[in-house]
T-cell receptor
Framework: GAGVSQSPSNKVTEKGKDVELRCDPISGHTALYWYRQSLGQGLEFLIYFQGNSAPDKSGLPSDRFSAERTGGSVSTLTIQRTQQEDSAVYLC???????????FGPGTRLTVT | QQQVKQSPQSLIVQKGGISIINCAYENTAFDYFPWYQQFPGKGPALLIAIRPDVSEKKEGRFTISFNKSAKQFSLHIMDSQPGDSATYFCAASSKAAGNKLTFGGGTRVLVKP
């Protein structure tokens, strides 16, 4: 079946602009995670959605970052007023339920100029 | 605080040899320990995972060894092949915390033909 998909695959934006990154999880997966991969920080957790529960936002680095998940499926990560340090690969993962295997998408490479 | 420490950072092994990557964790609440393989430009792919109720798990050429008392786990790649050349990440998570993954820093493995 189809895996996790993310769009766009690459995004170049100017400092100060807002960006939206999209994640389509595997059908039927109730848990959805966002991670960020950068040279300096490695792979780090950002936010987690499970069903209709309030999201776990404990990994978001600043209030410029937000995310939502509509209808328990597609998720959008929004970064407002982008900064150069936001440049990274943003990865989405989904799992059938918490505690089960997480499957990652190909990521969105964000470059802030 | 780096909760999962991974070593070595890089590794060169001859074809047919054994690659060994080690990880140590601090949080005793962790109850799930996966390994991911990542090729350039791709998202991490789940390779093998273990839970702390077993000390070893083998899938094909890949084996996880787990030492709960030492809070350490390792990945062994037997009969390494050039196609195994990739970056490997260990990770750990706690179901009680939503299974959000904490990653090690990664090991770049190069298998020479």
């Amino acid at each position: 079946g189809a895996g996790v998909s993310q769009s766009p695959s690459n995004k170049v934006t100017e400092k100060g602009k807002d960006v939206e990154l999209r994640c389509d999880p595997i059908s039927g997966h109730t848990a959805l995670y966002w991670y960020r991969q950068s040279l300096g920080q490695g792979l780090e957790f950002l936010i987690y959605f499970q069903g209709n529960s309030a999201p776990d936002k404990s990994g978001l680095p600043s209030d410029r970052f937000s995310a939502e998940r509509t209808g328990g499926s597609v998720s959008t990560l929004t970064i407002q007023r982008t900064q150069q340090e936001d440049s990274a690969v943003y990865l989405c993962a989904s799992s059938l339920s918490p505690g089960r295997e997480q499957y990652f998408g190909p990521g969105t490479r964000l470059t802030v100029t | 605080q780096q909760q999962v420490k991974q070593s070595p950072q890089s590794l060169i092994v001859q074809k047919g040899g054994i690659s060994i990557i080690n990880c140590a964790y601090e949080n005793t609440a962790f109850d799930y320990f996966p390994w991911y393989q990542q090729f350039p430009g791709k998202g991490p792919a789940l390779l093998i995972a273990i839970r702390p109720d077993v000390s070893e798990k083998k899938e094909g050429r890949f084996t996880i060894s787990f030492n709960k008392s030492a809070k350490q786990f390792s990945l062994h790649i037997m009969d390494s092949q050039p196609g195994d050349s990739a970056t490997y990440f260990c990770a750990a998570s706690s179901k009680a915390a939503g299974n959000k993954l904490t990653f090690g820093g990664g090991t770049r493995v190069l298998v020479k033909p």
